[in-house]
């Protein structure tokens, strides 16, 4: 009968290891971009990480800090 904390470590564990797994394998450029946009946390296209090198946000929030500046 397993302990209920081992079997909590054991979930995390594998959570941990599932989003490493998830990373892209990609070469990274030597200007990285955000996985994540810096705002609301999304997730930003490969491509867009690529045509944009360094960027922080997604298209969404990169938009509305431009058009909404102030
Ligand atoms: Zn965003």
Same mark, same amino acid.
Request: proline residues 8%; aromatic residues 8%.
């Given at each position: 009968m397993a302990d209920f904390a081992d079997i909590a470590s054991d979930y995390s564990e594998q959570v941990l290891q599932r989003t490493l797994d998830a990373r892209p394998r990609f070469a990274v450029h030597s200007t990285l971009s955000a996985e994540? !946009? @810096?705002? !609301? %946390?999304v997730s930003i296209p490969q491509a867009r990480r690529e045509a944009v090198? %360094? !960027? @922080?946000? !997604?298209v969404d929030c990169q938009g509305y800090r431009e058009g909404r500046r102030g």
């Open positions: 994540f !946009c @810096e705002d !609301c %946390g090198p %360094g !960027c @922080e946000l !997604c």
